[in-house]
């Protein structure tokens, strides 16, 4: 039981001035009891956080990510996607192991968690060694197995079957710890052929998980497949059934025809917008102001340290917050309160979590920030600030129920052993 008393409670994005300070009880991994300041009756034997100068947010939630890439940060810089991928990320990627997996997870969770994130949705390999990490660090997460085929009948076949056993490990990790979840993750339309995008839509259905995907994030690529198909690529897996009846995750979305949006709308499909990678790797702008427009839905991720090169969700916030003012010529297309809801709600629902807002019966995925921060002064418009001027370091850090970051410091791991893990990982990739 954790009771927090007397915090400011930032869970109001569209009416901050309604936020007050307030007094909160968590139990098991829920928040039971949300009351004014100074009412709360502190239950016997529960653990005290005294939040004067502190303001409680829902902690955020990343949609895309390939998280043991952290061993990649810098490996790779100022290329254009293709090169990027094929002549520099892939051939590293085949010297990959379960240490050096193991190693970036570790890293990846605690620069998420001491910059605000709580769970975040990733598409790698060697997810078993994700999992282990994972565990160990209490953090929740959606993981699926990058599944490519590059159209070769021998490489599917392999990969269907490794799909089969990424689920059960995945599923069987799920029953024994709740932090752990499914999906699946046919890499690319450029990557994957119709069969195996087709099997992994209807593995999605049959275990009800979500889908992670990258869509549109090159003009090169769409070319490539409009000319091997005739059609666009969300026209082209749309016609494959591929969107039907599941929550799809699509990371990128930077270019979509008017018809493809309609696509977006009609299938429902979460756009993860990663504003950083897309600016990285030159490959463009997402229309954001034109999807929140006609109601789709979008969610916010950072993409792998190699494409980003960090994980501080802050970033993405504030330049979801700004780039599309600048582009549009117009500083009213992008609202604080819509960017910080892709962030944390809209996540939220992409993945079928029960966090993302701060309310009783919800799960206990919350952070605290030190009110005593250069870049939330002056102490006034605090939702504002998370959106513009936050350089995201928090103070403490609740997943599901259980304090993770204490005063800056991580409760679920050794930090020097995890820095000294992923200096010797690095080494062993790239040498
Ligand atoms: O932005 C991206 N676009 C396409 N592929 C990516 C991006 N970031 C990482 N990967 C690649 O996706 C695979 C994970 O299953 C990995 O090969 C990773 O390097
Ligand atoms: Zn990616």
Redesign the pocket.
């Known amino acids: 039981m954790i009771a927090i008393k007397n915090i400011l409670l930032l869970n109001n994005f569209e009416e901050p001035q309604k936020c007050k300070k307030s007094d909160i009880l968590i139990e098991n991994n829920l928040i039971t009891k949300i009351c004014n300041a100074g009412d709360l009756k502190i239950p016997e034997g529960a653990t005290i956080i005294d939040g004067t100068k502190k303001a409680i947010m829902p902690g955020l939630i990343n949609t895309?990510t390939?998280i043991p890439m952290t061993i990649f940060r810098g490996v790779a810089d100022d290329l254009p996607l293709m090169d990027w991928l094929g002549n520099h990320i892939w051939p590293l990627e085949a010297k990959l192991d379960e240490e050096i997996i193991h190693a970036g997870t570790m890293l990846g969770c605690m620069e998420m968690i001491k910059t605000g994130t709580v769970a975040f949705n990733d598409?790698y390999f060697f997810t078993d060694s994700i999992i282990k990490a994972v565990e160990s660090v209490n953090m929740r997460c959606t993981l699926s197995y990058g599944l490519i085929d590059l159209c070769d009948e021998e490489k599917r076949e392999s990969e269907m079957n490794s799909q089969k056993d990424v689920l059960n490990s995945l599923e069987k990790a799920h029953n024994k710890n709740e932090l752990i979840n499914a999906a699946v993750g046919p890499h690319a339309p450029y990557t994957c052929s119709a069969e195996l995008l087709q099997h992994a839509h209807d593995l999605a259905k049959e275990h009800n998980v979500p889908m992670n995907i990258?869509m549109n994030e090159t003009e090169d690529e769409i070319k490539q497949i409009k000319e091997k198909t005739g059609l666009r690529p969300f026209e082209f897996l749309n016609s494959l059934g591929v969107f039907d009846d599941i929550n799809v995750v699509a990371?990128h979305c930077v270019h979509v025809s008017e018809n493809e949006m309609k696509i977006l709308k009609d299938k429902n499909i979460y756009v993860s917008h990663n504003p950083l990678s897309n600016l990285k790797l030159g490959s463009g702008i997402a229309p954001i102001p034109t999807y929140l427009k006609n109601n789709i839905n979008v969610t916010l991720g950072t993409?792998?340290c190699a494409s980003n090169n960090n994980l501080n969700l802050f970033e993405s916030i504030k330049a979801c917050a700004t780039i599309h003012k600048g582009v549009q010529q117009d500083s009213t297309v992008v609202k604080v309160s819509e960017v910080l809801n892709m962030a944390t709600k809209n996540a939220s629902k992409a993945l079928n979590y029960n966090s993302g807002e701060i309310k009783e019966g919800m799960w206990a995925d919350l952070v605290i920030l030190d009110l005593k921060n250069p870049t939330l002064i002056p102490n006034k418009n605090i939702v504002s600030h998370l959106a513009y001027s936050f350089n995201g370091v928090v103070e403490t850090v609740i997943i599901n129920g259980k304090i993770v970051l204490e005063d800056g410091k991580m409760t679920t791991m050794d930090e020097d052993k995890v820095y000294e893990k992923a200096e010797e990982a690095y080494l062993n990739l790239v040498n």
Do not use: I, L, P, S
């Open positions: 895309h390939h598409m990258h990371a993409d792998g």
